[in-house]
C-alpha cells in the first residue's frame, strides 16, 4: 500500500513555540505501510503526536505583540483576554468634545463636564449658599517631556475659581468619572491608579462608591486620603469593592470614582481633607481602575486602547451633531436637523447647544449663517433624534426647502448619570 508523503510547511511567524510545534507536523507518511508492522514505529509516531499537541497547547495560550513583531509564549500580556482592563473610558484625556477649557458657575452645587466622561463638582453644603465657580480644563503636556510616559497630549486641571459660602454638611470640590454598572469589579480587589501634582504639597482624597440605582440599595462607599507634592508622580490607592449578593439594583446603577481636593466631612463616607479656598488645583492624567489579585498587588501600567476603539466608547456616553446634517426649512427664520449617532448612546441623552451661529444652507441653492440661533424643539432616543432650530439667518431661505448644516459640533449630547 502506497501513501504519498504529505509535508506540513510551518509559517515563519518568528516564534520559538508555534515555528516549533508546526515543524513537528512534517510527518512523513510515504512509508506507514511498513510502519503498520512495526510497532517501535507506531510508538515512536504516538509520541510525536503527544508532542506536538503539547506544543499547540502552549501555542495556543500564548500572547501575540512585542517590540521584535513576533509570536511568543511566556509573560507578554498585552494582547489576551486580560486586556482591556482600565474601566474607566478617556483616561488619557484625549477626548474633550466640550471644550478645552470649561469654566461655569452653577449655584450652591456646581457641576460641569470637562474632558469627556468626567466632572468637576464644588458644592457648598447642605446648608451652604450663593454661586460657586469651578473649572475643568485641558493644560497641554510639552512635547517629549518625560515626567508622565505615554506621551499624552493633556492632562486635566480642576481649580475652584471662586467660591461661595461653606455651610452644613457634605460640601465637596471633586474629580468625578461614572462607571456603568454597579456590578463593575464587585466582589474583587480593585486599584485605583493616576498620576497627579499640585499647586503645593497636600492631602487629596479618592473613594469608589457603588450606586445601586433608582429605587436600589444603600450606596456602599470605600476611601483613603494620601499626600501629593508639586511634582508628578503615580499614586495607587487599593479598595476590596463590595459584592451585590442580596443588594437591589434599579436603573442608572453605576460605580463611581472621586477624587478630592476638598471635602468637609465623612458624612458621605469619605475621609475629610483640603480647605474650602481659591488658589489651589490639583492636576491629574493618565487614571485607572482595574481589578488584582490581592491587596498588595500592583497597579500595571497604565493602559492605552486604540485611539478608534477608546473613541467609539467615548461616544456611548458623549458625542456631537454632525456636518451636513440634512433637515427641511419649516420658515425662514426656523430649521429642522436630523442627526444619527454614530454608537447607540447610554440612554436619550440631553441636548446642549454649544453655538448660537452657525453655517447652514438651502440645499444646492443658498448659504447662510444662523445667528441667535436656540433650540426650539429636541426629540428622539437614543439612537437617532431632530432639532429644531429658531434664529435669524442672512437671508431668506424658503419654508419647506431642503435644508444643510454646514458646521459641525453645534450641538452636544450627553448620556451621563
Keep these: 500500500m502506497d501513501f504519498s508523503r504529505v509535508n506540513f510547511v510551518p509559517l515563519q511567524m518568528g516564534g520559538d513555540d508555534v515555528t516549533g510545534a508546526l515543524r513537528k507536523l512534517d510527518l512523513n507518511f510515504g512509508a506507514l505501510g511498513d510502519a503498520l508492522v512495526d510497532q ?11 508532542t506536538i499537541v503539547a506544543g499547540l497547547g502552549q501555542a495556543s495560550v500564548m500572547n501575540v505583540g512585542n517590540r521584535a513583531g513576533t509570536v511568543a509564549a511566556g509573560d507578554d500580556t498585552r494582547f489576551n483576554m486580560g486586556a482591556w482592563r482600565n474601566k474607566v473610558i478617556n483616561g488619557n484625556f484625549d477626548f474633550w468634545q466640550g471644550g478645552l477649557n470649561v469654566t461655569a458657575p452653577g449655584g450652591p452645587n456646581t457641576i460641569i463636564w470637562g474632558p469627556d466622561r468626567f466632572l468637576g463638582q464644588a458644592y457648598t453644603g447642605s446648608s451652604g449658599s450663593g454661586s460657586s465657580t469651578v473649572s475643568l480644563s485641558a ?10 510616559p505615554g506621551d499624552p497630549a493633556y492632562f486635566a486641571r480642576l481649580q475652584p475659581v471662586s467660591l461661595a459660602t461653606l ?3 457634605g460640601g465637596i470640590i471633586r474629580v468625578g468619572h461614572y462607571m456603568e454598572n454597579v456590578a463593575t469589579l464587585n466582589g474583587r480587589y480593585v486599584a485605583v491608579s493616576f498620576w497627579a501634582k499640585s499647586n503645593a504639597s497636600r492631602t487629596i482624597a479618592v473613594a469608589l462608591q457603588q450606586n445601586f440605582g433608582s429605587n436600589g440599595s444603600t450606596s456602599v462607599v470605600k476611601s ?11 499614586y495607587t490607592v487599593r479598595f476590596p469593592v463590595g459584592g451585590i449578593v442580596g443588594k437591589t439594583i434599579g436603573d442608572n446603577s453605576n460605580l463611581f470614582l472621586g477624587i478630592y481636593l476638598f471635602n468637609n466631612d465623612s458624612t458621605g463616607g469619605v475621609v475629610p481633607v483640603g480647605s474650602w479656598t481659591t488658589g489651589q488645583y490639583l492636576d491629574l492624567s493618565q487614571i485607572q481602575v482595574e481589578e488584582v489579585d490581592d491587596p498588595a498587588a500592583p497597579a500595571t501600567p497604565f493602559e492605552r486602547r486604540p485611539m478608534s476603539v477608546e473613541e467609539a466608547l467615548v461616544r456611548r456616553y458623549t458625542t456631537t451633531s454632525k456636518l ?29 447647544l454649544q453655538s448660537t451661529t452657525f453655517g447652514c444652507e438651502m440645499a444646492q441653492v443658498a448659504a447662510y449663517t444662523m445667528s441667535n440661533a436656540s433650540i426650539a424643539q429636541y426629540s428622539g432616543d437614543n439612537r437617532q433624534c431632530f432639532i429644531d432650530f429658531s434664529g435669524s439667518p442672512n437671508g431668506t431661505p424658503s419654508g419647506g426647502a431642503m435644508a444643510q448644516m454646514n458646521s459641525s459640533g453645534v450641538v452636544l449630547f450627553r448620556a451621563e448619570f
Aim: hydrophobic fraction near 35%; charged fraction near 20%.
Design 167 to 169: 455651610g452644613g454638611a
Design 40 to 50: 517501535n514505529a507506531i510508538d515512536k509516531r504516538l509520541g510525536n503526536v503527544e
Design 224 to 234: 483613603t486620603s494620601l499626600s501629593i507634592s508639586a511634582n508628578w508622580a503615580r
Design 324 to 352: 451636513y446634517m440634512i433637515g427641511r426649512w419649516g420658515s425662514a427664520t426656523n430649521v429642522r436637523f436630523y442627526n444619527q449617532y454614530e454608537v447607540p448612546m447610554r440612554r436619550t441623552p440631553d441636548c446642549i
Design 139 to 148: 493644560q497641554a503636556f510639552p512635547a517629549g517631556q518625560t515626567e508622565v
